[in-house]
């Protein structure tokens, strides 16, 4: 395949950055983990394909060993296909045959000439850590948010230690350079990409856990996987987000709000200290005297005001009787006035409302399951949302005294290994044998009920096999052998299915917080923010609503997706975009609310300064 050929499944890459954490115990691509550098991951090797497909960027002798390092292991594949149903190593091989093509013709090799900003930077770094080439700079340039353009930064340094950062931010002050801190780069707001130098932090990873102080100090380069991770076998657990994500960045940057803000808090409440170098290139902490308020939020926005070179995360507790619930509802009007009573109660560690798209997404192993699970959810069985709460037999024995009906962890399992019979002729014929009605799941999921729905299903990892490409069913069977997989305390503590959602095509979330003692205008703004998407032929559907501070306040998100490889659909989410953020600011001084358009870069801020703001006048 040529180039052009594949630059359909190359440029369709989202960044997620999942091919640089070992989530499904595969292993990680042995060349990234060596080289570092964005690019030698296949994520990199997928952006330098759609580059040279669009003549972005020249053949170099970089370029020539990021593609001569791939083995052609297939574990990206894996990963790749788990997670967005992509196959890379057709990209890797036409990448090989390029490159080969181009030599065997003798066609040019740029070496891009040094300067004295790279020298300087090498001193510091090491010369292999810091690089000009556009084999490396092209993997840093693109944000799928559908507000960014490329934008190609002029050198990458990738320094080890906070005395490097202190350096390199000094050369660029020197040079009058713009300079940009990433994690791995996964971001909704484009705020990873800069043209002047980026500082990727990723070798920066120590991680050390003290069980007697239930706290975690890491560098910047530890992902939520690595710390989720290395808690557990402490007994532990850590309040994060995306499993690729780097902690740090996303602990400074957006709140590190999820399902576990319901009982563990955000942004300040998860850390006791944290180490900046500011734009002077000096060292200050969190509990500095001398330093300016770090818990202030301002409702203006804020810029970066150093960069986080370590952090003291707190741990938190997991007791050996945890399991995971699921109450369904038709409207978000009952799942909402649930979900205040539990965060009111303080049920559970974890709770959050879900929708039906998230949750078909969440359990379906590819995106056309996905689409028959929900269509089963809101057609067949009346269901449009679902609570989902984690927490230990006493949280959970009290939920399912507040509820109607409940689909505890057993029957998830049980569906989730029932893919695709579940909306299949089996899953149809056992309906069949119901009462109809709009509320059907009121009686399918009965506790009575479980022998027939196992009887009719016959769970098993071999159920799941039909479903995917036919080289993949033998590792799809294994894959879901293993316990975790159909765990869902476990799944939410990783956050890995979490990485499937848009996986038909990428998304951007609009989050919002707001007092909880409304519903009826939170239903009203995602009708709202809904016909927006609807008007510009955007697909949209609701995110999550968490309850968080005691069920006082809430976190919404609501979701556009769009093909960001479409340029026309690309502006009508720009469009979009534009005119959502107008209907958020319209109802966040009618909520007495905030978007979480102005959070970036302030993420340490304390939850009241961002959840309460001033009565509006």
Request: glycine letters at 6%; a negative charge.
């Amino acid at each position: 395949m040529t180039l052009q050929e594949i630059k359909g499944i190359a440029g369709k890459c989202v960044h997620y950055a999942m091919c640089r954490i070992d989530f499904l115990g595969t292993g990680v691509c042995a060349s990234g983990t060596q080289s570092g550098y964005v690019s030698y991951y296949p994520q990199g090797r997928m952006e330098i394909a759609a580059a040279l497909a669009d003549e972005v960027i020249p053949v170099t002798e970089k370029l020539i060993d990021i593609v001569e390092s791939c083995t052609l292991c297939g574990k990206c594949d894996k990963q790749c296909y788990f997670v967005r149903e992509l196959r890379p190593i057709k990209v890797m091989r036409a990448l090989k045959e390029h490159i080969a093509s181009h030599l065997e013709q003798g066609l040019a090799v740029v070496q891009p000439q040094t300067d004295d900003v790279l020298e300087r930077l090498q001193a510091v770094t090491g010369a292999e850590w810091s690089s000009n080439d556009p084999a490396i700079l092209v993997a840093y340039s693109v944000d799928r948010f559908p507000l960014a353009e490329r934008c190609m930064p002029r050198y990458v340094t990738m320094p080890a230690s906070t005395v490097e950062v202190q350096e390199i931010i000094k050369i660029a002050r020197a040079a009058d350079l713009p300079y940009t801190a990433r994690g791995n780069g996964a971001s909704s707001f484009a705020v990873a990409l800069g043209d002047g130098i980026i500082i990727d932090l990723t070798r920066m990873k120590q991680l050390e856990v003290d069980p007697k102080t239930w706290t975690a100090t890491i560098g910047p380069g530890v992902t939520a996987f690595d710390l989720q991770r290395e808690a557990n076998r402490h007994g532990m657990r850590a309040g994060v987000v995306e499993p690729a994500a780097c902690v740090c960045a996303n602990l400074i940057s957006t709140n590190m709000h999820s399902l576990f803000s319901h009982a563990y808090g955000m942004g300040a409440d998860h850390c006791s200290d944290a180490q900046f170098v500011d734009p002077e290139g000096e060292l200050y902490t969190m509990n500095d005297p001398r330093q300016s308020n770090p818990f202030y939020f301002n409702k203006e926005g804020a810029g970066p005001n150093g960069i986080c070179t370590q952090a003291r995360i707190r741990l938190y507790p997991m007791t050996e009787d945890e399991s995971a619930i699921l109450v369904p509802f038709p409207t978000l009007q009952e799942a909402a006035a649930m979900a205040r009573e539990v965060g009111f109660r303080r049920l559970g560690f974890a709770a959050g409302i879900l929708g039906a798209d998230y949750v078909s997404a969440f359990m379906a192993p590819t995106n056309e399951t996905a689409e028959q699970l929900k269509q089963l959810f809101r057609e067949k069985m009346g269901i449009e949302y679902a609570l989902l709460v984690l927490g230990d037999k006493y949280d959970l024995a009290a939920v399912k005294d507040m509820a109607e009906v409940t689909i505890d962890e057993k029957l998830i399992r049980t569906m989730m290994l029932s893919m695709p019979q579940l909306h299949g002729e089996q899953g149809l014929a056992m309906l069949a044998d119901l009462p109809s009605g709009g509320t059907l799941y009121k009686t399918l999921f009965d506790a009575e009920m479980m022998p027939l729905i196992e009887a009719a299903l016959s769970p098993s990892p071999d159920n799941i096999m039909p479903a995917v490409d036919e080289d993949m069913r033998e590792f799809y069977r294994d894959l879901y052998r293993r316990p975790e997989m159909t765990d869902l305390v476990w799944l939410n503590m990783y956050r890995i299915l979490s990485s499937r959602t848009g996986r038909g095509r990428p998304f951007f979330g609009m989050v919002m917080y707001m007092p909880f003692d409304e519903p009826d205008l939170i239903v009203e703004l995602c009708e709202q923010l809904g016909a927006v998407a609807d008007k510009h032929g955007l697909r949209n559907d609701f995110g999550y609503l968490i309850p968080i501070d005691f069920g006082k306040r809430a976190a919404l998100e609501y979701d556009f997706y769009h093909d960001h490889t479409n340029p026309e659909e690309r502006e009508h989410a720009r469009a979009a975009a534009d005119e959502a953020a107008e209907t958020i600011d319209r109802y966040m001084k009618k909520m007495n609310g905030r978007s979480a358009a102005v959070v970036p870069f302030q993420g340490l801020c304390r939850k009241e300064n961002l959840l309460y703001p001033e009565p509006a006048q």
